[in-house]
């Protein structure tokens, strides 16, 4: 079993939707929760990070961590062409980083 | 800041060759990523380094990848003797801490082995 799953979608949806991306995870020693954005032929942007439970707000990115069911999830709202591409989850653990296998969102105008 | 400087930016060779990846991380930060994406296996760490020493090379698959970091403004990732199965983008990423602090990823070497 992978450390951290996550749908690889493609995930298409018009713009203006709400989108949800989620991943799940087996280590419950994971502290530090971070939702990564990456273009095509790009590498990975930071989008947000969250430390524990609950959920953070930054814009139209909402992060949500449910650690006791081992989830987390990233809603965005009112959802553009521009944020197109591939989101990561990932999670640290001591000093050890472990990324999802990222999930494909089409924002169609 | 430039950011993270990788070169090349794409690497095509024949198996059996010796590849070197170069990374220049962003001023100021200590800490230094090799990553590897393919898309059966997703984004994987192979290795990192803290003030220039290697703290954990766990990732890194076989004998055939190593790694350097001879100060604090250049690493290198070579494979020698390089296979198909190494076909992949190699990201080089750098932070100011290890926490919760934000790695700079680089734009990546497309490394295709014929």
């Known amino acids: 079993q992978k450390e951290v799953e996550q749908d690889p979608g493609p995930l298409s949806v018009p713009e203006g939707a709400i989108v949800s991306l989620n991943c799940t995870y087996s280590?419950?020693?994971?502290?530090?929760f971070m939702w990564y954005r990456q273009y095509s032929r790009k590498g990975p942007e930071l989008l947000m990070y969250t430390y524990s439970s609950g959920n953070k707000e930054d814009g139209r990115f909402t992060a949500q961590v449910d650690k006791s069911s081992k989830y987390i999830s990233l809603f965005i709202r009112d959802s553009q062409p521009s944020d197109s591409a591939t989101y990561l989850c990932a999670m640290k653990n001591f000093n050890k980083f472990y990324f999802g296998s990222g999930t494909k969102l089409n924002v169609k105008p | 800041d430039a950011g993270v400087i990788q070169s090349p930016r794409h690497e095509v060779t024949e198996m059996g060759q010796e590849v070197t990846l170069r990374c220049k991380p962003i001023?100021?930060?200590?800490?230094l990523f090799w990553y590897r994406q393919t898309m059966m296996r997703g984004l994987e760490l192979l290795i990192y380094?803290?003030?220039?020493?290697?703290?954990?090379d766990s990732g890194m698959p076989e004998d055939r990848f190593s790694a350097k970091m001879p100060n604090a403004s250049f690493s290198t990732l070579k494979i020698q003797p390089s296979e198909p199965r190494d076909s992949a983008v190699y990201f080089c990423?750098?932070?100011?801490?290890?926490?919760?602090?934000?790695?700079?990823f680089g734009p990546g070497t497309r490394l295709t082995v014929l």
């Open positions: 380094f803290n003030n220039n020493v290697p703290i954990d």
């Open positions: 001023s100021g930060h200590d800490y």
């Open positions: 990423a750098s932070s100011l801490g290890l926490a919760s602090d934000t790695q700079y």
């Open positions: 280590n419950s020693a994971f502290q530090y």
